[in-house]
Every structure is written in C-alpha cells, then in structure tokens.
C-alpha cells in the first residue's frame, strides 16, 4: 500500500508549519516508518536545518517547492509508509497543490485574533479540495499555545465556525523546540524523554486515531 500523505499548511506565515512537520517527521520515524518530509517552501526552511546537521537526519528530506506535488507525490509514497510535506505562507499555488495531495491536512493555528482570522483563507482551500477528493480529511492543530490562557481556550472556540475537526492534542510554546530547529536537531533527538518529545508521540497517536 502506498504511503499516507500528511500536509501541514496555513497561508499564515510563522503559524508553526515547519516546527511541526520536522518533529512529527521524526516522531513517526521513531517508530520504525519509512518517512519521506517534503520542505515545499521556497524559502527551503527545513533544508536549511537539514544542512546544519552534522548526520542525516532520521527520514529522507527533499526540496520540492514547487506546485507539483499533488502530481508527483503519488509515484513518491510508493516508497514511504508516510510522507509529510511542510508547506509554504502566503503561496496559493504551492499551498492548493500540497493539500490536493495529502490524504490528511493538518492546519497549524497559534491562538491569537490576527492567526484566527488569515486561516480563513486556508479552510477554503482545504474545503475545496474536499470536493475532489472525498476521502481526505482537514483538521486543525492549536500551535504555540501559551499556558493554560483564555487565548488557548478561545481559540478552540472560534475554530468550531469552520466546521472541521480540531484535534484534542496541540502543540505547546517551548523554547526548546526553537532550540531544538536552530541546532539543527529534532526535538526527540534534542530530549528523548522531553516534554516536546512527549508532546508530538501524543499527537502522532491523535493522528493514527484519525486516518485509521
Ligand atoms: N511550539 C513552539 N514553541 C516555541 N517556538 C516555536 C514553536 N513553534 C514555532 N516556534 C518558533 O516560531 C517561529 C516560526 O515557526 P515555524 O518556522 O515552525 O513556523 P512556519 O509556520 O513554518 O513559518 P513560515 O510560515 O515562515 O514557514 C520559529 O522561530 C520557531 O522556532
Ligand atoms: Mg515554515
């Protein structure tokens, strides 16, 4: 069977897409799967922490940031039990082509009114899509949540507008995952037994349970 396609996307700049997609990346990883992580940024984020790294890291990385993937992936996932593909902000082609591609999209939001708001533009794309391929699922990911605040509580419920699913884990504010890109590290090579490491095994088991 051909491998799952996850694409991590909001039109939102600094949403937490690449963050996300690395460390999901290496939580599938750990598990023995054959990954496969697409940067389709052409500001080629994740091939630049890749390049810092003094050994590969613990998938296989390319460079593909073009509006090519709901093209060419197909061919790629033979090869992969999961590819992630880490998508560009402010691309519309780019963007529209990763989630034509990908059987799961995972819609990083942060919890703040000016994140809320640019991710309506998202949810359309990904909606649209929807109508072509009725088998893929869109949900969303709180990302950078700060504390147990009002913000992270809000968000949750402003999200309920747009009728897609929101997922029960999210995704914490830790310097030690900003910590962990600039090194050139996963979070899980960074801190095995973390609280980030702990963070994306938790929400890698969300995401089996929801494309299972
Ligand atoms: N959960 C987090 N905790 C702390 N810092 C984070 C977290 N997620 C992201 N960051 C930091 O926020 C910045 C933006 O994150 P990231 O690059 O992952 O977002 P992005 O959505 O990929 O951005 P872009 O839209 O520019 O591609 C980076 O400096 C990153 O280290
Ligand atoms: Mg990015």
Redesign the pocket.
Known sequence: MSGRVFA?V?Q???????????NLAAALAETGARVLLIDA?P?H?AADWSAVRESAPPFVLIALPQPILHRDVPKLAVDYDFIVI?????NYEITRSAIAAADLVVI?VQPSGADFWATRETVKLAKEAREFKDTQKSVFLV???KGQTALGRDIREALAEFELPLLRAD????????EA??NGKTIIESQQNGL?AKDFRVLLAEIKEVIA
Do not use: C
């Open positions: 991590i909001n939102k700049g600094g949403a937490g897409k690449t963050t996300i997609t690395i940024d500001q984020t880490d998508a560009p902000p402010r990083p990302s950078r949540r995704i914490p504010d830790r310097i030690a995952y900003a890109i600039t980030g």
